[in-house]
């Protein structure tokens, strides 16, 4: 059975940093295209982050870009979200996901990805 393990979250100032790690059990991480999406409160869940099958090619929301970083270490089975600048409106339940096999393509759409985390809250104070 597939699980996705999401940890890291956290309360911080703004300016500040944290990292979040999403464990993959049950599939081998590497053969799947992995994304980070974000839900506030009374919103709609958005894209963050994703990250290729090789690693080699990752896309991030406007809101998000020189700011956070999508990684993955597929030894571990797990991707990271290196989210850096904390700004208030970062304050969200944030959720790693992954694509079906054989979905090689990086999309933006939740309704794409399959597998979904339980998510891990971050909170930004200003």
């Known amino acids: 059975q597939v699980q996705l393990v999401e940890s890291g979250g956290g309360l911080v100032q703004a300016g500040g940093s944290l990292r979040l790690s999403c464990a993959a059990s049950g599939r081998t991480s590497s053969n799947y295209v992995m994304g980070w999406f974000r839900q506030a409160p009374g919103k709609e869940r958005e894209f963050v982050a994703a990250?290729?099958?090789?690693?080699?090619?990752?896309d991030y929301a406007d809101s998000v870009k020189g700011r956070f970083t999508i990684s993955r270490d597929d030894a571990k089975n797990t991707v990271y979200l290196q989210m850096n600048s904390l700004k208030p409106e970062d304050t969200a339940a944030y959720y790693c996901a992954s694509r079906p096999l054989r979905r090689i393509i990086i999309t933006t759409a939740p309704g794409d990805y399959d597998y979904w985390g339980q998510g891990t809250q971050v909170t930004v104070s200003s």
């Open positions: 990250i290729s099958r090789t690693g080699s090619t990752t």
